[in-house]
């Protein structure tokens, strides 16, 4: 075994260069030669990829015949250059007992004795993941070390960024200023060119700083505290690792950091993390009122952070906006946290609700009322002249109406309905104005022809005073702008039938959204507020909490016989109306492809499906990956002759594997907009493959966008990309089919290469 000691004086040899395993173990094995370190006869170093997405490359070392690994060699040349590298070694020596011991230092890397797995392995074995009482433990721990290792660190990033020298110890900002990610990837290029005034604006907390007193203590923070960065050894205490972002700041920041991972997990709620942390620290358990206290300082910090899709004023997502955005933003940031500090109903709503309803939505409402003024400019010019109070019109019911009104009396088929905002019942959609193709909300009126609507077959929503039928465009696949994703939406028009066409098929969903299945756009009120006059669009669903965006169907029966119809089906035994509804009427048949997913390649010709941006890699499949699935794809390095690689075209859409003869498959899942600047967060399904189903999970869909040569690579039903987690291209990294189809599109954009053929060519 190697013997763990203290680190002696670093060393100088550089590291090779990146992603060289086998390069890596020969430097390892020479500089622990050197160090004294004895391997024994014939034994050598295997390393183990386990990097994350921080841009640092980390690998678990292990020798054969060894019960556990031997270390963590992290190579980061680039990143860990002064004073980064400097305080990443005097933030380890400051947490001694509490990460693993540096045994070899050398520049731009270091070999760390082994910890033990991640929390992120643990739990998934019989172990399991700790109790919240040990995670609250060692936080409490951590924020125990003394500040004042930092005070040197804290003057060297001054030095180097002289505005620093205004940022208040009590200042989040501190976390971004200390990773050494932000100096690699150029976000400090960004920050040194901003001015004094925005500089001040964005890292002065005034009202996002933490009131209660255990939040607000300036103490030694991990910084990055989630369950891959935590590690724990056969049952002993959890220590940790990565400490690129270690620092000195409030304590609320590593608790609301946990709190943004976990509280959906069951035992790891916000209340029950504060309450460990607060008994961890005061030795007693708090009170009620302590608890929620605390709890409005986390809710409020996570304005700041870069996990739990909530972060409007993170700087990854605000430092590329020009300075008069970022001044505005920030007024308005923190005037609306001020009004949520002043009101307790506020704070409330806040624990209970989230921030979308109490923070973001009312920040977000300027910017989409801004989009969405020219959308309501149309529908006011359809309305013409005719002023809220004569929205409603009763049209005059002629001799064939009035015969088509009674005949749906004996014919019950087509429910007749209005449709109504949830959250206001007393509106209903109507066209514009007679004859109009434009929609809006008027106040609802108890038999008036305009407001009404029959569900027809597969979908269709027939208007029963014009016979035109509800449409919306679901061809072009949304692109998003994050901080923006209102910004996908089409017309919601009214125009004739077309037998087939997928974009008139809607279906009432059981959460209140009106839908269309193929695409999922949704039918919202312009700017997601309904009124009197309003406009609707079809979009993206966005935060739910935004309750504008439901639909209430009311059903109405024409006459008692209709009634009895209706309740006489209602008796039937539901396996005995799924019968009738299938023979009487079959489900429509699925669109066909819109164009071959590969126009140039006959359907029997294999070919990889090679990464744009990184055309050394490609999608494959696996069985031992991080889903667990037995079949699930993967990002791998290009490999000749690697069947699993193979893919030939079938039906013109759909992926067969050359290998296993399955079809690449994910489930379902329409995009519901639960952050608006990380649009991605809840909208993840596994990308695996499976026997041939002729299914929509099976359907895939190329384009419109083309960025790095290729074209993005979406699912036919929902259009969410196929995505390389983190959009780093690495052999064994993760891939999803997720709602990330934005900015330039780099980790969904595809080539199609055929066996053979370099990726370039």
Same mark, same amino acid.
Request: glycine share 8%; aromatic share 10%.
């Given at each position: 075994?190697?013997?763990?000691?203290?680190?002696?004086?670093?060393?100088?040899?550089?590291?090779?260069?990146?992603?060289?395993?086998?390069?890596?173990?020969?430097?390892?094995?020479?500089?622990?030669?050197?160090?004294?370190?004895?391997?024994?006869?014939?034994?050598?170093?295997?390393?183990?990829?386990?990097?994350?997405?921080?841009?640092?490359?980390?690998?678990?070392?292990?020798?054969?015949?060894?019960?556990?690994?031997?270390?963590?060699?992290?190579?980061?040349?680039?990143?860990?250059?002064?004073?980064?590298?400097?305080?990443?070694?005097?933030?380890?020596?400051?947490?001694?007992?509490?990460?693993?011991?540096?045994?070899?230092?050398?520049?731009?890397?270091?070999?760390?004795?082994?910890?033990?797995?991640?929390?992120?392995?643990?739990?998934?074995?019989?172990?399991?993941?700790?109790?919240?009482?040990?995670?609250?433990?060692?936080?409490?721990?951590?924020?125990?070390?003394?500040?004042?290792?930092?005070?040197?660190?804290?003057?060297?990033?001054?030095?180097?960024?002289?505005?620093?020298?205004?940022?208040?110890?009590?200042?989040?900002?501190?976390?971004?200023?200390t990773g050494a990610r932000l100096e690699k990837h150029g976000f400090m290029k960004s920050w040194d060119g901003w001015s004094e005034e925005v500089f001040e604006a964005y890292t002065q907390p005034g009202?996002?700083?933490?009131?209660?007193?255990?939040?607000?203590?300036?103490?030694?923070?991990?910084?990055?505290?989630?369950?891959?960065?935590?590690?724990?050894?056969?049952?002993?205490?959890?220590?940790?690792?990565?400490?690129?972002?270690?620092?000195?700041?409030?304590?609320?920041?590593?608790?609301?950091?946990?709190?943004?991972?976990?509280?959906?997990?069951?035992?790891?709620?916000?209340?029950?993390?504060?309450?460990?942390?607060?008994?961890?620290?005061?030795?007693?358990?708090?009170?009620?009122?302590?608890?929620?206290?605390?709890?409005?300082?986390?809710?409020?910090?996570?304005?700041?952070?870069?996990?739990?899709?909530?972060?409007?004023?993170?700087?990854?997502?605000?430092?590329?906006?020009?300075?008069?955005?970022?001044? /505005? #933003? =920030?007024? @308005?940031?923190?005037? $609306?946290? +001020?009004?949520?500090?002043?009101?307790?109903? &506020?704070?409330? !709503?806040?624990?209970?609700?989230?921030?979308m309803g109490t923070c973001l939505g009312p920040l977000s409402q300027p910017a989409m009322d801004r989009y969405f003024e020219p959308w309501q400019a149309r529908t006011d010019a359809a309305r013409g /002249? #005719? =002023?809220? @109070?004569?929205?409603? $019109?009763? +049209?005059?019911?002629?001799?064939?109406?009035? &015969?088509?009104? !009674?005949?749906?009396?004996?014919?019950?088929?087509?429910?007749?309905?209005?449709?109504?905002?949830?959250?206001?019942?007393?509106?209903?959609?109507?066209?514009?104005?007679?004859?109009?193709?434009?929609?809006?909300? /008027?106040?609802?009126? @108890?038999?008036?022809?305009?407001? +009404?609507?029959?569900?027809?077959?597969?979908?269709?929503?027939?208007?029963?005073?014009?016979?035109?039928?509800?449409?919306?465009?679901?061809?072009?696949?949304?692109?998003?702008?994050?901080?923006?994703?209102?910004?996908?939406?089409?017309?919601?028009?009214?125009?004739?039938?077309? /037998?087939?066409?997928?974009?008139?098929?809607?279906?009432?969903?059981?959460?209140?959204?009106?839908?269309?299945?193929?695409?999922?756009?949704?039918?919202?009120?312009?700017?997601?507020?309904?009124?009197?006059?309003?406009?609707?669009?079809?979009?993206?669903?966005?935060?739910?909490?935004?309750?504008?965006?439901?639909?209430?169907?009311?059903?109405?029966?024409?006459?008692?016989?209709?009634?009895?119809?209706?309740?006489?089906?209602?008796?039937?035994?539901?396996?005995?109306?799924?019968?009738?509804?299938?023979?009487?009427?079959?489900?429509?048949?699925?669109?066909?492809?819109?164009?071959?997913?590969?126009?140039?390649?006959?359907?029997?010709?294999?070919?990889?499906?090679?990464?744009?941006?990184?055309?050394?890699?490609?999608?494959?499949?696996?069985?031992?990956?991080?889903?667990?699935?037995?079949?699930?794809?993967?990002?791998?390095?290009?490999?000749?002759?690697?069947?699993?690689?193979?893919?030939?075209?079938?039906?013109?859409?759909?992926?067969?594997?050359?290998?296993?003869?399955?079809?690449?498959?994910?489930?379902?899942?329409?995009?519901?907009?639960?952050?608006?600047?990380?649009?991605?967060?809840?909208?993840?399904?596994?990308?695996?493959?499976?026997?041939?189903?002729?299914?929509?999970?099976?359907?895939?869909?190329?384009?419109?966008?083309?960025?790095?040569?290729?074209?993005?690579?979406?699912?036919?039903?929902?259009?969410?990309?196929?995505?390389?987690?983190?959009?780093?291209?690495?052999?064994?990294?993760?891939?999803?089919?997720?709602?990330?189809?934005?900015?330039?599109?780099?980790?969904?954009?595809?080539?199609?290469?055929?066996?053979?053929?370099?990726?370039?060519?």
């Open positions: 075994m190697v013997p763990v000691r203290p680190r002696g004086s670093p060393v100088r040899s550089a590291a090779p260069a990146p992603s060289d395993s086998s390069a890596y173990c020969e430097f390892l094995k020479a500089v622990l030669i050197e160090e004294g370190w004895c391997l024994g006869d014939g034994e050598e170093l295997t390393l183990k990829d386990c990097s994350g997405y921080g841009g640092a490359e980390t690998y678990v070392v292990s020798a054969a015949g060894r019960e556990a690994p031997w270390g963590v060699l992290r190579v980061d040349a680039e990143g860990r250059v002064a004073p980064y590298g400097v305080r990443m070694e005097a933030a380890a020596a400051a947490l001694e007992g509490l990460t693993p011991p540096q045994l070899v230092v050398g520049p731009g890397w270091t070999f760390t004795a082994w910890g033990g797995d991640t929390l992120n392995s643990v739990k998934d074995t019989g172990e399991g993941r700790p109790p919240v009482a040990e995670y609250a433990e060692f936080f409490a721990k951590v924020h125990a070390v003394p500040a004042t290792w930092f005070d040197a660190a804290r003057a060297e990033l001054i030095a180097r960024h002289p505005l620093a020298a205004s940022m208040p110890c009590e200042s989040f900002a501190w976390v971004f200023l009202p996002l700083a933490p009131r209660h007193p255990a939040a607000r203590r300036i103490v030694t923070l991990h910084g990055d505290p989630h369950d891959g960065n935590l590690l724990r050894h056969r049952g002993g205490p959890i220590t940790a690792v990565d400490l690129e972002l270690t620092c000195v700041g409030p304590a609320v920041h590593d608790v609301a950091f946990f709190c943004a991972c976990y509280e959906d997990d069951e035992g790891y709620n916000r209340d029950a993390v504060i309450a460990a942390y607060l008994t961890a620290v005061e030795g007693a358990a708090p009170d009620a009122e302590s608890v929620r206290q605390f709890a409005v300082d986390v809710m409020i910090h996570r304005l700041v952070l870069w996990v739990g899709g909530e972060g409007f004023w993170c700087f990854f997502d605000i430092y590329e906006e020009p300075e008069a955005e970022i001044i /505005a #933003r =920030g007024k @308005a940031l923190k005037s $609306v946290v +001020q009004r949520i500090r002043d009101s307790r109903d &506020l704070q409330d !709503a806040l624990l209970a609700d989230g921030l /002249a #005719r =002023g809220p @109070a004569a929205l409603v $019109v009763g +049209q005059p019911r002629g001799l064939a109406h009035r &015969l088509a009104e !009674a005949a749906r009396w004996f014919f019950p088929s087509w429910p007749v309905v209005t449709l109504h905002p949830t959250a206001h019942p007393a509106l209903a959609l109507q066209p514009a104005a007679p004859g109009s193709s434009a929609l809006l909300l /008027a106040e609802h009126s @108890a038999g008036t022809v305009e407001q +009404q609507w029959q569900w027809r077959r597969y979908g269709v929503l027939q208007h029963c005073a014009s016979g035109l039928v509800l449409d919306a465009d679901n061809a072009t696949s949304m692109y998003f702008t994050r901080s923006q994703p209102w910004a996908t939406a089409t017309p919601a028009e009214l125009r004739p039938h077309h /037998a087939g066409s997928t974009r008139q098929r809607w279906e009432w969903c059981a959460g209140g959204e009106l839908r269309q299945p193929l695409g999922g756009r949704v039918l919202v009120p312009n700017a997601c507020e309904a009124a009197v006059g309003r406009g609707v669009y079809c979009g993206a669903l966005l935060n739910r909490t935004l309750k504008d965006q439901f639909w209430t169907v009311r059903t109405h029966h024409r006459s008692v016989f209709s009634a009895a119809a209706w309740w006489l089906w209602a008796a039937v035994p539901e396996r005995v109306r799924g019968w009738l509804q299938r023979v009487c009427a079959p489900p429509p048949e699925l669109p066909p492809p819109r164009a071959p997913v590969v126009p140039d390649l006959p359907e029997d010709t294999p070919f990889r499906i090679v990464f744009a941006a990184s055309r050394g890699h490609c999608l494959s499949v696996r069985s031992d990956g991080y889903t667990g699935d037995r079949a699930e794809v993967y990002c791998a390095s290009v490999k000749a002759g690697a069947a699993a690689q193979l893919w030939t075209l079938v039906n013109g859409d759909t992926f067969r594997n050359v290998a296993s003869g399955e079809f690449l498959h994910s489930e379902v899942k329409h995009v519901c907009v639960a952050s608006f600047t990380w649009i991605w967060c809840d909208n993840h399904t596994d990308l695996v493959t499976r026997p041939q189903a002729h299914t929509l999970e099976q359907r895939w869909v190329a384009g419109p966008e083309t960025y790095y040569g290729g074209t993005v690579l979406r699912h036919l039903a929902d259009g969410r990309g196929v995505d390389v987690h983190g959009w780093t291209f690495k052999d064994g990294g993760q891939v999803g089919v997720e709602n990330s189809v934005h900015d330039d599109c780099k980790g969904v954009s595809y080539v199609f290469v055929p066996d053979g053929l370099e990726a370039n060519e």
